[in-house]
């Protein structure tokens, strides 16, 4: 158990340590990331029939989309790609919540593939940073 514990708190500082180095375009990288992990690991569990760790992992995923990305945009500088990924963003939003309610495994496939091509964008982005820092 200890040998558990002490791998989490080895982990949590990597994490830790990460978000403390990184860029605001790494940060929202990271994001996505652990977005795509929840909901690979939402699909297993909705596969599985795990109902209670699916709706927690799509509430997760739910929640880093709303209060990691979308309160991530800058309205007043980019206004017209902020509304654009703020729209962006709640329909994916509401397809978790429809993948959930539904079991779908279609919405949230969808769902999954659109953060994907949004992180790519983000993942270059924030390559092209690191390339100038």
């Not at 029939?49 to 929640?63: C, E, F, P, R, Y």
Request: proline share 1%; net charge negative; hydrophobic share 45%.
């Amino acid at each position: 158990m200890s040998r558990y514990r002490g791998a989490n708190a080895y982990a949590r500082v990597g994490v830790e340590s990460g978000v403390l180095s990184a860029s605001p375009h790494q940060l929202i990288v990271m994001l996505f990331e652990g977005a795509d992990r929840t909901l690979a690991a939402a699909r297993l569990q909705m596969e599985a029939g795990d109902i209670v760790a699916k709706g927690q992992s799509l509430t997760k995923a739910i929640n880093i989309i709303t209060d990691g990305l979308r309160a991530c945009l800058d309205h007043e500088q980019g206004a017209d790609v902020a509304a654009n990924l703020d729209r962006m963003y709640d329909y994916i939003a509401r397809l978790l919540l429809q993948a959930n309610l539904s079991n779908s495994v279609e919405k949230l496939d969808e769902a999954r593939r659109l953060l994907s091509e949004l992180g790519e964008a983000w993942r270059q982005i924030a390559a092209h940073d690191k390339g100038q820092s």
